[in-house]
């Protein structure tokens, strides 16, 4: 599958530009400008090349870690359920957790269960 790097980092520019670092809290959910990456790695989807993430954890206003999530069910340890987000099934992708900047942070769609983020948290931990 052939990417579009030019067009991402054009993007890319743009939000570190003019975009502000965003008030976040762990337990929700955000679109996230993830981008055009290399590989495996999880990309982004559309135009804006964003994907809601999970906030893990917060370091500080400028940055936090995340992990993608997804819609696609796959039944391996890396996949944890997080029920119906936007009313779709969701799942965290535990693999492919990252820090990043809250600039990336574009709007905030809710928060996840108490139950269900221990369940990701822990997943993490046992992952690591």
Sequence with gaps: MK???D????NKKRIHADNENKLYHEREVWWCALGVNI????D???IESDRPVLILK???SQVCLVVPLTTSKKKNPYHVSLGTIEDKIAFAIISQIRLIDT???INKIGFVDQVLFA???KA???FL
């Design 3 to 5: 990417k579009d790097f």
């Design 7 to 10: 067009a991402w980092n054009n």
């Design 39 to 42: 590989g495996f790695e999880q």
């Design 44 to 46: 982004g989807t559309g």
């Design 58 to 60: 917060g370091f500080s």
């Design 103 to 105: 600039k990336r942070l």
């Design 119 to 121: 369940n990701v948290r």
């Design 124 to 126: 993490v931990k046992g």
